[in-house]
């Protein structure tokens, strides 16, 4: 019950969180049956709520069996679908037996309509990288089988990729790859457990390699870099906010790639040029849209600008103590991978018990129609998100017309040379694919 309540609320925050959700091939997902999500674990709680939320199933998932250390602990834990997974180093040898016992209930007759994520990489760090496949997957599929709970387990690997997982209002790709049948590896399960176990975990592997943005650690400023030219010059409409759009994850994926192969000569040419770009359009206030986007100083931007004032005030005044309580929290946590899964958390908790309490306060104090108006208030923080951003590019484009002309030229040569570095990446066959000419 507490699931579906949270369900369309978190959906809503995720809207806000992120400017886009790509969800890419989603209808692969299978219809019937148990579905193991086996995806990369780049954030915290993000990934998880972003599979919770977007697709039509009922979604367990798994975390460190140490958590459940009191029955309230798991009372909890077990409101929001979460199961526990034991692990020898954190829950000693003992517990780790009982996972087998775990395995094979997650898939019982009658939920049919049930899936499984599971973080195949253990643990969750911010980069774009695909650090080791664990076998918990594998296991998993095979003891539903054996157990004799289900005839047939689809594993779909999902890769989770974000522009920047740590920061908001960025953007969500996540991308669904053809389902493994687990029975294809019974026979070889049949002659030999262990091997069958690494063959479809190799599997899996090499699936979220094709689906994952992976930058080697000592290329990532080049690829950063090439990655904001092409955003700057390929826009995307503010709505939806939810897409199928799968054109911008291919592009960046093979910039990576791209940027992988190239030898540490180049590379360290490309590292220089993009390093005096970007320094000099930070000297000058500007982001490198700006240079790119169209003129926004229109007289309809204008005047969403002096109408919108007084209400995108009064709604980032309002929401100021859960984001602010958010923010306090997050900076507390020791990993940078847990920051924006806690700030998020922690500030929709609060704005939802926030609402309700000026609601109530508004019912004793002025009657109904006080109450009546308090969800107005939600309604304006959110506006105060696209209307600081507009607020923004106007300040930009301001600095950009002030900017003088020989500064704005030797901008303009530097991103061209850059965007000759960028194009030879781009995958040939998308109609998009080309970077617009200055």
Not at 362 to 386: C, E, K, N
Request: a positive charge; aromatic letters at 10%; one cysteine or more.
């Amino acid at each position: 019950m507490v699931y579906e309540i949270l369900r369309p609320i978190v959906r809503l925050a995720l809207k806000i969180v992120f400017k886009k959700i790509d969800l890419i091939r989603k209808e692969r997902i299978p219809g019937q049956g148990p579905v193991i999500f086996a995806a990369n674990h780049p954030t915290a709680f993000i990934d998880h709520a972003l599979l919770a939320c977007f697709q039509s199933r009922n979604l367990q998932f798994l975390t460190r069996g140490d958590y459940y250390t009191n029955p309230v602990n798991t009372f909890l834990l077990g409101l929001g679908h979460i199961r526990p997974v034991y692990r020898i180093h954190e829950s000693g040898f003992t517990m780790a037996k009982t996972n087998l016992k775990s395995f094979a209930g997650y898939f019982m007759p009658g939920k049919e309509k049930e899936a499984l994520m599971v973080s195949v990489e253990g643990y969750t760090t911010h980069e774009k990288r695909l650090r080791p496949v664990r076998k918990g997957a594998a296991r998993i599929a095979f003891e539903t089988l054996e157990a004799g709970t289900a005839a047939e387990v689809h594993i779909v690997p999902v890769g989770l990729n974000y522009t920047y997982a740590d920061r908001f209002r960025s953007q969500a790709m996540v991308v669904f790859d053809e389902p493994i049948r687990a029975s294809d590896y019974m026979g070889l399960l049949h002659e030999n457990k262990a091997k069958a176990v690494n063959a479809l975990t190799e599997e899996i592997k090499k699936r979220l390699e094709a689906n994952v943005i992976i930058i080697r650690k000592d290329r990532e400023e080049v690829a950063e870099a090439f990655f904001t030219l092409y955003r700057s010059d390929h826009p995307r409409a503010s709505r939806p906010v939810v897409t199928g759009f799968q054109e911008q994850l291919w592009a960046e994926k093979a910039i990576a790639d791209g940027v992988n192969a190239m030898d540490d000569r180049t590379y360290e040419e490309w590292n220089e040029l993009q390093k005096y770009y970007f320094s000099t359009l930070e000297r000058a206030g500007l982001q490198d849209e700006t240079l790119v986007r169209r003129n926004v100083k229109t007289f309809s931007n204008r005047l969403k600008l002096i109408l919108g004032f007084l209400p995108a005030t009064a709604g980032c005044l309002w929401s100021l103590p859960p984001f602010w309580l958010g923010k306090r929290m997050s900076a507390k946590m020791k990993r940078r991978s847990f920051v924006s899964s806690v700030r998020l958390g922690v500030s929709l908790g609060t704005l939802i018990g926030y609402s309700l309490i000026w609601g109530v306060i508004a019912w004793f104090l002025s009657g109904i129609w006080a109450a009546i108006w308090v969800p107005l208030l939600p309604a304006a923080a959110w506006f105060s998100i696209p209307y600081r951003e507009l607020r923004e590019s106007w300040r930009q484009d301001s600095r950009l017309n002030r900017l003088p002309l020989q500064e704005h030229a030797g901008l303009m040569i530097s991103r061209e040379q850059l965007l000759a570095g960028l194009k030879p990446l781009l995958p040939p066959e998308s109609p998009r694919a080309a970077v617009r000419k200055l």
